[in-house]
C-alpha cells in the first residue's frame, strides 16, 4: 500500500488583497472546484498560493501586486497527510499537519519547506499554475519536457540542449580562426613562437646569472650572521632585563625575610594575648558559644526571678512579723496602764451606787407613799408607792445584774491579746520559713552558678551576669587577636609563598640569561660586558657583507629593468598551461558529448514516447477522436495529426483546440514526472472557457483523471464548468469538492 500523499487543506490570507484574515478551503486531495462570480477573489487566492510558496510579486509598472494599504503581505498553507489512503473520506483527526508561511520577502519562505524542495519556481508558473493565457503556448516544450522527465535523476536541463553547449564548445577548441582564443591550432603555433625569442633572450640573462648567484650565496650567510647579531642582541637585552631584574628580586626578597619575622613575632604575641584572655576569664566561658551564652543568661534570670520572688517573700514575712510583734507589744503595754485600770474601778463603783442607792430611795419613797395612800385610802398614792417599790426592785434587780454580768470589754481585750500573741507567732514561722527557702535558693543558686563555672560570682547572680559580660569581652578579645592572628599567618605564609616565587623568578631569569641559579648579580655583570664585546665584532662583520651585497644589487638593477626574458617564459608557460587545459576539456568535452547522445538516445527511446503517448489519448479524450496524436519532431517542434493522418503545427489550430492540446501536454508530462512538486496542487483558473460543451467535459474527464495523481483545484465563475467537473468527477466514482468563494 502506497504511502498517502500530502495535499493543500486549506489557505489562510491574512493580509493580501482585498481579502483579511481569509481562510478558504478544505480542500480534498482530488478534485476541487472554486466556484465563484466575477471579482470574487478567485485569481487572487491563485496569486496568493504562488507568492507564499515562491515569494510576493514585486511592484513594476502597472501590474497587479495584491499588497494591501499600510500593510504587508502576509498568509500561510496548511498540508495535511491522511492516516489512511482516502484523504476526501473526512477522517481528519489523524491527519499529519505541515504548514508554509510568508510575511516579507527578506524573511523567506517559513515552516515546513521540505515540501516545495522538489521544484522551482519556473516549473510552477508553466506546468502548476495554469490560466487560459498559458494554456496558448508551452515555450521551449523539450526543455520543459526534459527538465520535468529526467527531475529525478538530477539532471538540471534538457540534455539536447546540454548536447548543443558541447558541441559548440568543440567546434571553438579545433577551429583555426585567428579570434578563438581556445582553439589548439592557434595555441600550438604561439608556443613555438614565444619559445624561439625565449632562447635570444636567455643569452642575455647568462651574464647576470653568476652575480645573481654570488648575491644569492651570500644572502644566507648575511642572514646567518644577523641571526647571530640579533642572538647577541637578545642575549644582552636578557642579561640586561636579568640584572635589574636580580636586584629587584634581592631587595624585595631581603624586605620579604624582615616581614616574615615581624610577622611571625606578632603572630606569637597574638596567640599570647589568646591564652592570657583565655586564662582571665576561664576555659569554659572562654569556649561559650552565642547560643550557649544566651541559654545560660536565660538561666540567670529565671535564678535571679527565684531569688527576687524569695526575697520578696521574706521581706514580705519578716514585715508582718514586724507588724505583729508591734500590735502584741502595744496591746501588753494598753493592759498594764494604771489610768485604765483607775477608770474601770470608778465605773464598777458608778455601778454600784446606781444598782444600790437609786433602788433604795426609790423604795424608800415608795413604801411610805404607799403607806400613806393605804392609809388615807387614796388609790393614786398607793399606785404611785406601788410603782416607785417595783420600779426600785427591778432596778435593784437589773443593777445587781448588770454587776455580776462578765465584762465584755475585758474578755475583748484579752480575746484580741490572744489573737495578737498568735498571729505573732504565725508571722514568725512564716519568716522562719521563708528564711530558710530563701538561703535554699541561695544555695541552688550557688550550686547552678558552680555547675555553669561561675563559682567566682560566689551566689550572686549579679556578679554571674558581670563575670558574664566580662567573659564575652574576652572572648572579642580573643577573636581579634585569633583574627590577628590568622591574618598575620595569612600574611607570613603569603611572604613566604612569594619568596619562593622570588627564587623560581630569579633562577628563570638567570635561566633567560644563560646562566646558573647560582650566579649573583656580579656574575651577570661580567657576562653582560663579554656579550657586548662579542655582539661589536659581529656588527663590523655584518657591515661588510652588507656592503658587498649593496654592490652586487646595484649591478642587478639594471638587469631587473630588462625583463623580456621573463615576460617571454612566463608567456610560454601560460600558453603550455592553455594548451593542457584545452587539450583536457577537449577530451572531456567528447566523452561528455557520448555520454549525452548515449542518455538522450535513452531517453528518447523510453520516456518521451511515454509523454506522447498520454497526451495524444488525452487530446483525443478533449477533441471526441478529431485529433488523436501529438509528436515531437526532429527539429524539435510540436505537431499534431488528426484521424486521417494529416499533421498540423498548434500555429495552425484554432485557440481552443490550441489549448486542448497545451492542456493534454501539460496533464502528460505531469502524470509521467511523479517525482516533481508531489505536494504542490495544479491551480487552474477559468482554463475550460474557450472549449465547447462536448470538448469541455472531454477536458473535464482528463483533469479528472490528473487529480487521480495530483490535487487540482480549478477555479470558475461558470456554473457549466462546474457542471461539467463535477459529473465528470461523479462518473469517476470520487465527487469534487465544491467550495464558494
Known amino acids: 500500500m502506497t504511502e498517502p500523499r500530502i495535499y493543500l487543506r486549506s489557505i489562510h490570507l491574512e493580509r493580501f488583497g482585498r481579502f483579511h484574515d481569509t481562510v478558504v478551503g478544505p480542500f480534498s486531495d482530488r478534485m476541487n472546484i472554486v466556484l465563484g462570480a466575477n471579482e470574487a477573489g478567485k485569481t487572487t487566492v491563485a496569486s496568493f498560493v504562488g507568492g507564499v510558496l515562491f515569494g510576493w510579486e514585486e511592484a513594476r509598472g502597472n501590474r497587479n501586486t495584491y499588497k494591501p494599504e499600510g500593510a504587508e503581505r502576509a498568509g500561510s498553507l496548511l498540508f495535511a497527510r491522511p492516516a489512511g489512503a482516502d484523504a476526501s473520506a473526512g477522517a481528519r483527526e489523524d491527519e499529519e499537519t505541515f504548514v508554509l508561511s510568508r510575511a516579507r520577502n527578506a524573511d523567506g519562505l517559513q515552516g515546513d519547506t521540505f515540501l516545495v524542495e522538489d521544484i522551482d519556481k519556473d516549473t510552477y508558473r508553466t506546468m502548476f499554475s495554469l490560466n487560459s493565457d498559458e494554456l496558448r503556448s508551452l515555450s521551449n516544450t523539450t526543455d520543459t519536457t526534459a527538465k520535468l522527465l529526467t527531475a529525478g535523476s538530477g539532471t538540471g536541463s534538457s540534455p539536447a540542449h546540454a548536447?548543443?553547449?558541447?558541441?559548440?564548445?568543440?567546434?571553438?577548441?579545433?577551429?583555426?580562426?585567428?579570434?578563438?582564443?581556445?582553439?589548439?591550432?592557434?595555441?600550438?603555433?604561439?608556443?613555438?613562437?614565444?619559445?624561439?625569442?625565449?632562447?635570444?633572450?636567455?643569452?642575455?640573462?647568462?651574464?647576470?646569472?653568476?652575480?645573481?648567484?654570488?648575491?644569492?650565496?651570500?644572502?644566507?650567510?648575511?642572514?646567518?650572521?644577523?641571526?647571530?647579531?640579533?642572538?647577541?642582541?637578545?642575549?644582552?637585552?636578557?642579561?640586561?632585563?636579568?640584572?635589574?631584574?636580580?636586584?629587584?628580586?634581592?631587595?624585595?626578597?631581603?624586605?620579604?625575610?624582615?616581614?616574615?619575622?615581624?610577622?611571625?613575632?606578632?603572630?606569637?604575641?597574638?596567640?599570647?594575648?589568646?591564652?592570657?584572655?583565655?586564662?582571665?576569664?576561664?576555659?569554659?566561658?572562654?569556649?561559650?558559644?552565642?547560643?550557649?551564652?544566651?541559654?545560660?543568661?536565660?538561666?540567670?534570670?529565671?535564678?535571679?526571678?527565684?531569688?527576687?520572688?524569695?526575697?520578696?517573700?521574706?521581706?514580705?514575712?519578716?514585715?508582718?512579723?514586724?507588724?505583729?510583734?508591734?500590735?502584741?507589744?502595744?496591746?501588753?503595754?494598753?493592759?498594764?496602764?494604771?489610768?485604765?485600770?483607775?477608770?474601770?474601778?470608778?465605773?464598777?463603783?458608778?455601778?454600784?451606787?446606781?444598782?444600790?442607792?437609786?433602788?433604795?430611795?426609790?423604795?424608800?419613797?415608795?413604801?411610805?407613799?404607799?403607806?400613806?395612800?393605804?392609809?388615807?385610802?387614796?388609790?393614786?398614792?398607793?399606785?404611785?408607792?406601788?410603782?416607785?417599790?417595783?420600779?426600785?426592785?427591778?432596778?435593784?434587780?437589773?443593777?445587781?445584774?448588770?454587776?455580776?454580768?462578765?465584762n465584755k470589754e475585758e474578755g475583748a481585750r484579752k480575746a484580741r491579746f490572744d489573737d495578737a500573741h498568735w498571729v505573732m507567732i504565725q508571722d514568725k514561722k512564716k519568716l522562719e520559713a521563708c528564711q530558710a527557702e530563701e538561703e535554699s535558693v541561695a544555695a541552688q543558686v550557688r550550686e547552678a552558678l558552680d555547675e555553669e563555672g561561675l563559682g567566682e560570682a560566689q551566689g550572686s547572680v549579679r556578679q554571674a551576669r558581670a563575670l558574664l559580660d566580662e567573659a564575652r569581652e574576652a572572648r572579642q578579645a580573643m577573636a581579634l587577636c585569633r583574627q590577628r592572628q590568622q591574618a598575620a599567618a595569612a600574611r607570613r605564609a603569603d611572604a613566604e609563598h612569594r619568596l619562593q616565587e622570588i627564587a623560581s623568578e630569579r633562577a628563570a631569569a638567570l635561566q633567560r640569561a644563560g646562566l646558573s641559579p647560582e650566579s649573583g648579580v656580579g656574575d651577570v655583570e661580567e657576562e653582560l660586558e663579554r656579550r657586548v664585546r662579542q655582539r661589536t665584532g659581529l656588527i663590523e662583520a655584518l657591515e661588510s657583507m652588507n656592503q658587498r651585497a649593496g654592490e652586487l644589487a646595484a649591478v642587478l638593477a639594471q638587469a631587473e629593468t630588462e625583463r623580456d626574458f621573463d615576460r617571454i617564459k612566463i608567456e610560454v608557460q601560460e600558453v603550455t598551461t592553455r594548451l593542457e587545459e584545452a587539450r583536457t576539456d577537449f577530451a572531456r568535452l567528447l566523452l561528455a558529448k557520448h555520454m549525452l547522445e548515449a542518455a538522450i538516445a535513452t531517453w528518447e527511446s523510453k520516456r518521451q514516447p511515454e509523454v506522447y503517448l498520454r497526451a495524444s489519448r488525452l487530446l483525443s479524450l478533449m477533441t471526441e477522436g478529431r485529433w488523436t496524436r501529438v509528436s515531437l519532431t526532429r527539429e524539435g517542434t510540436l505537431e499534431v495529426a488528426d484521424a486521417l493522418g494529416r499533421t498540423r503545427q498548434p500555429v495552425h489550430l484554432s485557440l481552443g483546440t490550441c489549448q486542448q492540446l497545451y492542456l493534454a501536454l501539460r496533464i502528460a508530462l505531469l502524470t509521467c514526472a511523479d517525482n516533481v512538486g508531489r505536494a504542490i496542487p495544479i491551480l487552474a483558473d477559468d482554463i475550460l472557457v474557450n472549449f465547447d460543451e462536448q470538448r469541455r467535459l472531454g477536458a473535464a474527464r482528463a483533469l479528472v483523471e490528473l487529480s487521480e495523481e495530483r490535487q487540482v483545484i480549478l477555479f470558475t465563475c461558470h456554473e457549466g464548468v462546474a457542471r461539467a467537473l463535477k459529473k465528470a468527477a461523479k462518473q469517476s466514482g470520487r465527487p469534487a469538492t465544491v467550495i464558494n468563494l
Open 163 to 406: 548536447l548543443a553547449h558541447v558541441n559548440e564548445r568543440l567546434a571553438a577548441f579545433t577551429s583555426r580562426a585567428a579570434s578563438a582564443e581556445q582553439s589548439i591550432p592557434q595555441l600550438l603555433a604561439r608556443r613555438n613562437a614565444l619559445r624561439a625569442e625565449q632562447q635570444s633572450a636567455a643569452d642575455v640573462a647568462d651574464a647576470y646569472r653568476a652575480q645573481d648567484r654570488e648575491l644569492h650565496e651570500l644572502e644566507p650567510e648575511r642572514a646567518a650572521m644577523g641571526e647571530r647579531v640579533e642572538e647577541a642582541n637578545r642575549v644582552i637585552e636578557a642579561l640586561t632585563v636579568a640584572k635589574s631584574s636580580l636586584a629587584a628580586l634581592d631587595a624585595e626578597r631581603d624586605k620579604l625575610k624582615g616581614d616574615i619575622a615581624r610577622l611571625a613575632k606578632s603572630e606569637e604575641e597574638a596567640a599570647n594575648n589568646y591564652e592570657l584572655h583565655e586564662r582571665s576569664c576561664g576555659r569554659r566561658l572562654a569556649r561559650l558559644t552565642a547560643s550557649d551564652e544566651r541559654a545560660l543568661r536565660d538561666r540567670l534570670e529565671n535564678l535571679a526571678t527565684r531569688q527576687s520572688r524569695q526575697a520578696h517573700a521574706v521581706e514580705v514575712a519578716r514585715a508582718n512579723y514586724t507588724s505583729s510583734v508591734a500590735v502584741y507589744e502595744a496591746l501588753q503595754e494598753t493592759a498594764d496602764d494604771e489610768a485604765d485600770r483607775r477608770s474601770e474601778r470608778s465605773k464598777r463603783r458608778i455601778q454600784v451606787a446606781f444598782c444600790v442607792v437609786i433602788p433604795a430611795v426609790l423604795f424608800l419613797l415608795g413604801v411610805p407613799l404607799f403607806i400613806e395612800g393605804r392609809a388615807r385610802g387614796a388609790l393614786s398614792y398607793m399606785a404611785i408607792g406601788f410603782l416607785l417599790s417595783v420600779f426600785a426592785a427591778l432596778m435593784a434587780t437589773g443593777g445587781f445584774a448588770l454587776l455580776f454580768r462578765p
